[in-house]
């Protein structure tokens, strides 16, 4: 195997990497995934984005991974290649950059191309858990997917109308002290949960933002915020729910569904044909209710992660991973 710092690779040739990429994403998930890769290649082709790519020995490109540090982790942001000998040594390769050396942990959250990917991870000692994709037809307006009704002391408003920093205490609130609040927010801290849902809004990391479909539930006379749900596009015909919060105080009182109904009128209306989300393995009360409301496993992403190891027991874990092949 050969490998390369990505940024020395043509642009032509990482045409065809990412438009392989790109129809596993439309085929098996219904997303278009081209907006976020313009946005990696500028990122490449300016030098800004640390990368490799392994060679097989006809020096044809058969896989690439991509990576950045923010606050002090190493986020992977995508790892494929065409056998899983050639993915475990690109994760052995970027353990050992200057990057992972200097991180104070490790972060991944994936859309695995084949099982192999989960057990070079585990290889390397990360902590991975499932994350299933969802998917729910839009089909009747008196479906399961419609909205439930809300009590009289609640209304329901556009997201836009009401203040950005009540849906950050409010989504901090919904995930404290949930494992899988790391996958967002390492430390739980109120300005990484800012950081998280800037960049849903902001950026097509996981689609384009629908405002017209994104809502907030609040209390009418204090106006507190205890529900939100940001809507975005994934593809043409594909809405997804980026992320639903519901205050912990009032769950199980119907707002979830609420929120889940309007999005789904909404976007029925817009002309998308499906609506999908991503839940946590370990949510069983959200994974029970988008059961009822006609969600159904599709694929499945996970989540990664582990801290960063000493210059010593990296060197240590290294030989051991080298060990077992």
């Avoid at 219904?30 to 500028?42: F, G, N, R, Y």
């Avoid at 209390?219 to 912990?248: C, K, L």
Wanted: charged share 20%; with cysteine.
């Amino acid at each position: 195997m050969i490998f390369e710092d990505w940024r020395d690779t043509d642009a032509a040739e990482f045409e065809r990497l990412y438009e392989a990429e790109c129809e596993r994403y439309r085929t098996q998930l219904s997303w278009d995934l081209a907006p976020s890769c313009v946005i990696v290649e500028e990122a490449r082709r300016a030098g800004r984005l640390p990368g490799l790519v392994v060679r097989n020995t006809e020096g044809r490109a058969v896989g690439w991974t991509y990576f950045v540090v923010h606050e002090g982790t190493l986020q992977l942001g995508t790892l494929v290649a065409d056998s899983a000998a050639r993915l475990r040594e690109l994760l052995d390769r970027v353990m050992q950059s200057p990057e992972a050396r200097f991180a104070r942990s490790l972060s991944s959250f994936l859309f695995p191309i084949s099982p192999s990917l989960l057990s070079a991870f585990e290889r390397q000692r990360f902590v991975v858990e499932r994350h299933p994709y969802l998917s729910s037809p839009l089909v009747a307006a008196s479906g399961a997917l419609s909205p439930g009704g809300l009590g009289p002391e609640f209304r329901l408003q556009p997201l836009m109308d009401v203040d950005p920093a009540d849906v950050v205490r409010l989504t901090a609130r919904s995930y404290a002290g949930l494992a899988e609040a790391r996958c967002f927010a390492p430390d739980g801290r109120l300005d990484q949960w800012a950081h998280y849902l800037g960049q849903l809004l902001a950026t097509p990391a996981c689609g384009s933002y629908l405002p017209q479909a994104s809502f907030a539930i609040e209390r009418r006379e204090s106006r507190q915020v205890v529900g939100a749900v940001i809507t975005t596009a994934v593809a043409p015909e594909t809405a997804h729910i980026a992320q639903i919060v519901v205050d912990p105080s009032i769950r199980r009182a119907g707002l979830a569904r609420e929120l889940l109904g309007s999005v789904a009128d909404t976007v029925r209306a817009m002309g998308y044909l499906r609506l999908t989300l991503i839940v946590s393995d370990r949510n069983g009360p959200a994974r029970q209710l988008y059961a009822k409301l006609g969600f159904s496993e599709t694929a499945s992403f996970f989540f990664a992660s582990r801290p960063a190891l000493s210059r010593r027991s990296f060197q240590t874990a290294s030989q051991v991973a080298a060990a077992r092949g």
